[in-house]
């Protein structure tokens, strides 16, 4: 990927660790060790992430069928196969899409792999600061038109005392009507034995402590927008593609997923 930035490889990171759960090959040993630990301590983590990813892709789906072709992917993590722009451009092959990441080590990997396609953009900013964000996505996206807003497994990465709501604001704001929101967040319902341990993990572990937040909690950050059918539910259950993607018992997956729509 070329001369790699200046980073600390001796702590895991967030990005890099989701990015061992999906099977993918950017990561480091800090990020594998710490993968494995939190994977023996629940099972089932890595099916999680492939649940999640699987949301992703029926969201943009969902997006570009009501004529979305801009996007902006915050916490987009490290490319894998399903990013936004591929699923997007299934459906019309000039949709634009802005990655945005503060792991430098996501972003440089991000512009490898898109190289000089002129119709994405990977940027290092932090959501958290929405005002250098949206200035950085307007070298692509035009603002005044609808976009999809993607805060996909991102949220939970944002503390209370960083106030997510006001962050989501942020950007619902600075949004054209007709635009959307696509989440998912970790959930604690029905997880407390689980969650407390995994987020002492991610606090011990890297610089970005998680806050699992409940189902009332994540509803609440869709403030201002109509959050389309069939509200916030566990990721398998928004819109699976056929019944048999529906898990028998859907809480296990841990995350919570929504859309909203701006009118």
């Not at 001796?10 to 800090?30: E, I, K, Q």
């Not at 403030?223 to 059918?229: I, K, L, S, T, Y």
């Amino acid at each position: 990927m070329g001369e790699r930035p200046d980073i600390d490889l001796t702590r895991p990171s967030a990005a890099r660790v989701y990015d061992y759960y999906l099977g993918g090959a950017h990561n480091f040993a800090v990020d594998r060790e710490m993968a494995r630990q939190a994977i023996g301590m629940w099972p089932e983590l890595p099916l999680i992430m492939q649940a999640n990813r699987a949301f992703l892709r029926r969201a943009v789906e969902h997006c570009s069928a009501r004529g979305v072709r801009q996007f902006l992917d915050l916490g987009s993590g490290i490319p894998t196969a399903g990013n936004v722009h591929e699923v997007a451009r299934a459906v019309d092959p000039g949709a634009r899409v802005a990655y945005v990441d503060n792991d430098p080590i996501a972003v440089t990997y991000s512009k490898s792999i898109l190289g000089d396609d002129p119709q994405t953009i990977a940027v290092q900013e932090d959501l958290r600061h929405p005002d250098a964000v949206l200035a950085a996505a307007r070298d692509l996206l035009d603002l005044s038109q609808p976009v999809a807003v993607m805060m996909v497994a991102v949220l939970h990465f944002v503390t209370d005392e960083d106030g997510p709501a006001d962050v989501v604001a942020a950007y619902r704001d600075a949004m054209a009507p007709g635009s959307h929101l696509v989440v998912s967040h970790a959930t604690r319902d029905g997880q407390d034995d689980q969650a407390d341990s995994h987020q002492d993990l991610y606090r011990q572990r890297t610089a970005t402590p998680m806050t699992m937040r409940s189902h009332d909690q994540v509803r609440a950050l869709l403030a201002g927008f109509d959050v389309v059918e069939p509200g916030v539910v566990h990721l398998p259950l928004w819109r699976p593609t056929s019944p048999e993607d529906v898990d028998e018992h859907p809480e296990r997956f841990a995350g919570l997923a929504a859309v909203g729509r701006k009118p």
